[in-house]
């Protein structure tokens, strides 16, 4: 199964810029899709950018044009760069290796996951 772990969470003001990270363990990054989901209190989880396994890639509405996924293979690490944070933005943020074979179309279901990492907070204050 693996093991996934998210870094690079914290606190900005709206407007700012984080970028973080999910080290994957125990499996080719390059051989499964990846995809970054948040969550919210008291909301569902919900996915924010997806990476096919043939790099094909897919971000929420809310965050196109803000958001940017990406992987470094050789590393096996997964990376988010956020831009221009909002307060809704607000979140525990988890990386996700994808169930083999997930499409395009399912990137960002969260029933699309075979495996979560545990987590890092990002908070965005106005």
């Known amino acids: 199964q693996g093991q996934l772990v998210e870094s690079g969470g914290g606190s900005v003001q709206a407007g700012g810029s984080l970028r973080l990270s999910c080290a994957a363990s125990g499996f080719p990054l390059s051989a499964y899709g990846m995809g970054w989901f948040r969550q919210a209190p008291g909301k569902e989880r919900e996915g924010v950018a997806g990476i096919a396994y043939d790099d094909s890639i897919k971000y929420a509405e809310s965050v196109k044009g803000r958001f940017t996924i990406s992987k470094d293979n050789a590393k096996n690490t997964l990376f988010l760069q956020m831009h221009s944070l909002k307060p809704e933005d607000t979140a525990m943020y988890f990386c996700?290796?994808?169930?083999?074979?997930?499409?395009?179309?399912?990137?960002?279901?969260?029933?699309?996951?075979?495996?979560w990492g545990q987590g890092t907070q990002v908070t965005v204050s106005s």
């Open positions: 996700a290796r994808l169930i083999a074979g997930t499409n395009w179309y399912s990137l960002l279901s969260p029933t699309s996951a075979y495996a």
